[in-house]
């Protein structure tokens, strides 16, 4: 599933391609995804430019020239490729984004749980999308101050409420583990007894492995852009996550072994050892 670094990558990538570009045409080829796609998307978008691109949360905000912005959300298999003149179809490309320079966006979503809609910009923060988001967890409004103050009336385990998207945004299963692991905090840990200290360290912590992901994103992908065409995917060395039985790295003597549990039908990876 794309998670934050990913979705990250890809808005990146997208804006490289994307800013300045004019957009000629959208073609849907399917009524839609998770939800239908907006009938009258051609009207707000075909003859518009394109301003910026931006992510909040796990969504792409491609924002236009006349004030509205088109949200895309890859869902569990969605990615975005972006394809030349001569671009052939692909089976599950379900949404296409035609430019004037014959530059074509095109959404591909086996699963098709992602998601296609238009906001007017000034309602977007206030839309049933965005209104019960949490924080930005690589912005810099997320403090220890502020972690503490959501997690002191919450019994759940630390790793939920990590999930938790109304506390933080866009922190998936993944990176919950790794941060986690980097803070040296047990997954199983109740939210409201994490101290002041134990926050600052979970807070660089995330910070840290998100903004780690992207680097590897953008370094081992050139431009973001594989060969193929396909945005924002790569592979990362995990420290806990997916491994089961092998090893913690931070213990060479003890041969601790990574466990995995299971947290609200989700797999957490941990080190009994180092994290508490
Ligand atoms: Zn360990």
Known sequence: MPELPEVETTCRGLAKVLIGKKITEIKTLRSGLRIPFPEDLSKYM?????????RRAKYICINLSNGYVLIIHLGMSGRIIIGKKEYVLNLHDHFIINLSNSQKIILNDPRRFGLVTILNTDEMESSKFFRN?????LSDDLTPELLCSKLKHKKIAIKLAL???????????IYACEALFRAGISPKRKSNSISY?????L???????LTEAIKAGGSSIKDFVH????????????????REGEPCLCNHQKNV???RIIQSGRSTFFCPACQR
Request: charged share 25%.
């Open 197 to 201: 200290k134990r926050a600052s360290k």
């Open 227 to 242: 060969p193929d065409g396909e945005l924002g995917y790569f592979a990362t060395k995990w420290r806990v996550y997916g």
């Open 133 to 137: 988001i949490g924080q930005e967890p």
């Open 163 to 173: 999930l938790d998207q109304k506390i933080i945004s866009g922190i998936g299963n």
């Open 257 to 259: 072994l990574i466990k």
């Open 46 to 54: 075909n003859g518009t430019k394109v301003i910026s691109v931006s």
């Open 203 to 209: 807070v660089n912590s995330i910070k840290l492995v």
